[in-house]
């Protein structure tokens, strides 16, 4: 019988595609994927360390592996990327009983590592070079991701997948692990990404989000040839079984003007761009070393209004970044207001070992403090999002649709009809009744109602556009 994995995953969208190639390279091996932990052979936490809260969420869980452990020796315990990454030691010093730990550069050594714990060596560990740790070849070479493996089943849905055109980071923003926890930025070549999405669509695939740390920022070189982001979309784009393009995550700074004036002329390019502001304070700006003004940002933002009116923006914010005044969220407010974004991820800013932040600046904004700012901005958002949405009252926007909604699967809905959730080309949520032969069609949605956060809907017609059809 073979041996079965159970993978649970915190994080970001790097930390999904890579715990899909990990399940695809385990499945190669003969192990089969469980979600019962006492079924389970091995159990695989696959961690973030951006936020303490995500660190405090995984060492909590293994803590409850105690027993299990106890009670089953011989079952294999491990940790892989970004906390595996920056924690190292102090897991096994924490977790005694853990056997491995394997940061997200050294995956691809996942196979050799289950092997020998399952012959006795246990407290493995296989980690990238730090940053100083050797020269940036070397550096370099200890963080590459693996040869990709990919496992449909691993996916949300099977005709929606994430595809790495980008490792690590070089930005060093003072309040960030990632350039520690990912190393060196350094472009995929543009050969690679072009067969793996060709491998995506003959999986199924009709929508592919191509990610990166900064993803905007990516070049490859070779040859005296240098390959950018938009050289890559108008490639990606003659696929025909591929129907949209989205890309995820922007640093302000290169959003070019060639790289909108692509997604303008590229019509499965969605127009849909998350840039993260971070906060809307030069001094608070210049703190976290992001690298421009709000003016520059402002700028940036009627390159876009001018070149893709149709974009959808959203941001991301850390409220009470070390010295960060009543004075310095006032502006943070005013940036939301002035640039309406679709939707921004808000959070309070915590101190993480081994960034530039916590040796420099004392985190000295009080707790109540943050959470009251984290809470008006919150508002504020939500107050132009709902406001926003309403314009799509009445509008026909086509549909992804992606499967049942929460609500039906909290339900257990298996009638003939079924509330469907799916995105607009703008990344909106839309919910809708439908039947589970929709599920991966391209649907064209009446809006009838908005919130905040979702569109609902009706079909504007019975006939379903099937992934094959694009518009």
């Not at 850390?318 to 006032?330: L, S």
């Not at 974004?341 to 800013?349: A, C, G, L, Q």
């Not at 099937?466 to 518009?471: A, D, I, L, M, N």
Request: hydrophobic share 35%.
């Amino acid at each position: 019988m073979s041996k079965r994995v159970l993978i649970e995953t915190v994080g970001c969208q790097m930390n999904l595609l890579d715990s899909e190639m990990v399940v695809a390279l385990l499945r190669r091996d003969g192990y089969s994927v469980t979600h019962d932990v006492e079924m389970a052979d091995v159990v695989l936490f696959n961690t973030c360390s951006v936020r303490q809260h995500a660190e405090d969420k995984v060492y909590s869980a293994l803590g409850t592996l105690r027993r299990w452990k106890q009670e089953h020796p011989d079952r294999i315990l491990g940790v892989l990327g970004c906390m595996a990454q920056k924690e190292q030691h102090e897991l096994f010093a924490r977790i005694p009983y853990l056997d491995l730990v394997v940061g997200p550069g050294q995956l691809q050594r996942l196979s050799e590592l289950l092997a020998g714990a399952a012959a006795g060596e246990r407290r493995q560990m296989a980690v990238s070079l730090g940053r100083t740790a050797g020269s940036r070849d070397e550096i370099r070479r200890s963080h590459e991701t693996f040869d990709p493996l990919r496992d449909p089943t691993m996916r949300p849905t099977p005709f929606q997948a994430y595809l790495r055109i980008q490792i690590g980071c070089d930005k060093f923003c003072t309040y960030c692990v990632v350039p520690m926890t990912r190393g060196p930025e350094q472009g995929r070549p543009p050969g690679a990404i072009l067969r793996e999405a060709q491998t995506l669509a003959r999986q199924g695939c009709v929508e592919i989000t191509l990610l990166g740390q900064t993803v905007n920022s990516y070049r490859y070189e070779t040859g005296g040839q240098t390959t950018d982001l938009a050289d890559l979309l108008f490639r990606l784009h003659e696929i025909p079984e591929i129907q949209r393009l989205k890309f995820v995550t922007n640093f302000p700074p290169d959003m070019t003007p060639r790289l909108l004036q692509t997604v303008r002329a590229l019509p499965k390019c969605s127009p849909y761009l998350h840039v993260p502001l971070q906060s809307g304070s030069n001094a608070v700006l210049r703190r976290m070393k992001r690298g421009y003004t709000v003016e520059q940002y402002r700028d940036m933002m009627h390159g876009i209004w001018d070149t893709v009116p149709a974009a959808a923006v959203s941001s991301d914010f850390i409220v009470g970044f070390p010295g960060e005044t009543d004075e310095d969220f006032a502006g943070t407010v005013a940036a939301v207001r002035e640039f309406r974004f679709k939707n921004s991820f808000i959070f309070k800013y915590s101190p993480r070992p081994g960034t530039k932040a916590i040796t420099r600046f004392p985190d000295d904004v009080p707790q109540d403090v943050k959470l009251a700012r984290n809470n008006e901005l919150l508002a504020i958002q939500d107050a132009i999002s709902q406001e926003d949405n309403q314009r799509f009252i009445g509008r026909t926007v086509q549909v992804l649709v992606e499967g049942p909604s929460k609500t039906a699967r909290k339900r257990a809905a298996t009638g003939p009809r079924l509330q469907l959730t799916g995105r607009t080309h703008c990344d909106r949520i839309v919910v809708f009744e439908g039947t589970l032969q929709h599920v991966g069609a391209m649907l064209p949605i009446v809006i009838v109602e908005a919130t905040a956060h979702t569109l609902f809907g009706r079909h504007a017609t019975r006939s379903a556009m099937r992934p094959g059809h694009f518009e």
